[in-house]
């Protein structure tokens, strides 16, 4: 089965005390859901109309799981807090079996 994955571009991060509320909650939702970051920042080399900018990727077992996890009530609920403090180019997608 085809593993899922979470894959977030930060375009701009406008208010990072919005972002600090959303990473103490999404953390704890995200493995509660089987979820394994696999890339958190570091260095980005972009190419074309890339942004050198705050990635994440995170790992699930299925693509299915990644969905729902996205999904949950502990995961909307970081959502909420991180509201407008960033822009972001977010993306669920399924990965080659």
């Not at 593993?3 to 005390?17: N, Q």
């Not at 260095?43 to 942004?51: K, L, N, Q, T, W």
């Amino acid at each position: 089965m085809p593993k899922g994955y979470w894959v977030s571009v930060y375009r701009t991060i406008s208010d990072p005390e919005k972002l600090a509320a959303y990473n103490k909650l999404a953390g704890p939702a995200v493995k509660a859901r089987g979820g394994r970051v696999l890339v958190r920042s570091g260095r980005v080399v972009a190419h074309d109309a890339g942004i050198a900018e705050r990635t994440v990727l995170i790992e699930f077992d299925s693509f299915e799981q990644a969905v729902a996890a996205h999904e949950s009530a502990a995961y909307q609920e970081a959502l909420v807090a991180l509201s407008d403090g960033v822009e972001r180019d977010f993306r669920i997608v399924e990965g080659i079996d």
